[in-house]
Nanobody, 121 residues
Framework: QVQLVESGGGLVQAGGSLRLSCAAS????????MGWYRQAPGKQRELVAD???????NYADSVKGRFTISRDNAKNTVHLQMNSLKPEDTAVYFC???????????????WGQGTQVTVSS
């Protein structure tokens, strides 16, 4: 059993900042990529940022220079620092992790339950 639990969402004014956190727990052998996706009402889920075990990062063009993803491999956590927030950043943000529960099992993607981020203008 694996759980991903997000925290840190909320309501903020445009130009403000929020920090999202996600902790993975349960039967985990290794975690490859961890990341954040978001889904706004009426839109498809989209990648915001992801980070490999080794620290290589990837960002959506819309958040480059404003958001920073980081992770703590020892704690199986991933964070998303969001600065200079815009109303168009409003969405439900989902954490994900590509992980193996055992050395001999397939790598599967797990998702958190999502946390709401609302940016007012």
């Amino acid at each position: 059993q694996v759980q991903l639990v997000e925290s840190g969402g909320g309501l903020v004014q445009a130009g403000g900042s929020l920090r999202l956190s996600c902790a993975a727990s349960g039967r985990i052998f290794s975690i490859n990529v961890m990341g954040w996706y978001r889904q706004a009402p009426g839109k498809q889920r989209e990648l915001v940022a992801d980070i490999t075990f080794g620290g290589n990062t990837n960002y959506a063009d819309s958040v480059k220079g404003r958001f920073t993803i980081s992770r703590d491999n020892a704690k199986n956590t991933v964070h998303l620092q969001m600065n200079s927030l815009k109303p168009e950043d409003t969405a439900v943000y989902f954490c994900n992790a590509d992980l193996r529960q055992r050395s001999y099992t397939a790598e599967l993607r797990y998702w958190g339950q999502g946390t709401q981020v609302t940016v007012s203008s």
